[in-house]
């Protein structure tokens, strides 16, 4: 008799933003869990889909641009009768010159990021967080810059503003599912592209302990505000 396990016998994630960076890092930790992997990319040729072809069967690429509507509704409409132990929103951008007050950020700019980081966000968790099963985790990437308790520095406005924008959105979303296991995500100033080259942490130091923390919040209700190490994050 064989021990071997098939992708998806460990669980199964879907995580909207997966083409690169922590997103990515993500679905490739999981897939390496034996978890099975729904990941979304806006465009071709990305790392997710060199991923998804070194573990064929394990890693299935989705198209989404969070910022759409109507994307959103055709990914959950595609995406229909599944049913996910985790659904992770982890796409998020931010402002290109982060010391740029509320006064000095161009209105579109400010609304790009807040459309991306809090509009796009909560609409795919309301679209998309129903595919998580009974007891199945809703997680959203939040960031420490999201803790209003942590804002001593006056520091990246821009960012924060969406962050802890998101995560008020994210308590009244709570406050409507109280059944549901939640979680922000604080991950910590980590080395990719949004993070920068000076960030203290790569992914594969982080990304471990980051799914460590996801898998734990399955089957307990309530929406948490952590970082990577299970820690919670003043709001
Ligand atoms: N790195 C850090 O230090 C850090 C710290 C705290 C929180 N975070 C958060 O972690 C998340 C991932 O960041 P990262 O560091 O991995 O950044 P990244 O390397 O720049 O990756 C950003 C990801 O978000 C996707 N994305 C952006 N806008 C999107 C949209 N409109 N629709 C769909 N996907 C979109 C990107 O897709 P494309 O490839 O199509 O652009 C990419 O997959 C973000 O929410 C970020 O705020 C990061």
């Given amino acids: 008799m064989s021990n071997a396990r098939s992708p998806g016998d460990a669980g ?29 990319v806006r465009g071709a040729g990305t790392p997710l889909h060199a991923l998804a072809a070194e573990r064929a069967g394990a890693v299935e690429v989705e198209t989404l641009d969070m910022t759409d509507h109507d994307g959103i509704r055709s990914l959950g409409e595609r995406l229909a009768g ?66 209003i308790a942590n804002n001593a520095n006056g520091t990246n406005d821009v960012y924060r503003a969406s962050k802890a924008t998101l995560n008020q959105a994210m308590a009244s979303y709570g406050g409507r599912h109280p059944e549901r296991p939640m979680v922000l995500m604080a991950p910590g100033w980590i080395r990719t592209e949004l993070g920068g080259p000076g960030a203290p942490f790569g992914v594969e130091e982080a990304m471990p302990q980051i ?20 820690k919670s994050v003043p709001w």
């Fill in 12 to 40: 199964s994630i879907l995580i909207v933003g997966a083409s690169r960076g922590l997103g990515c890092a993500m679905a490739a930790e999981f897939a390496g869990r034996g978890w099975s992997v729904v990941g979304t």
């Fill in 82 to 147: 599944r049913a996910f132990d985790i659904v992770f929103v982890n796409a998020g951008i931010a402002n290109r010159k982060p010391s740029d007050t509320l006064a000095e950020v161009s209105t579109d700019e400010f609304v790009e990021v807040m459309t991306t980081n809090v509009l796009g966000a909560m609409r795919a968790v309301e679209a998309l967080g129903p595919l998580a099963r009974p007891g199945g985790v809703i997680g959203v990437m939040s960031s420490g810059q999201g803790s």
């Fill in 211 to 230: 799914v460590d923390v996801l898998v734990a919040q399955q089957d307990t209700p309530g929406l948490r505000y952590l970082d990577r190490h299970g």
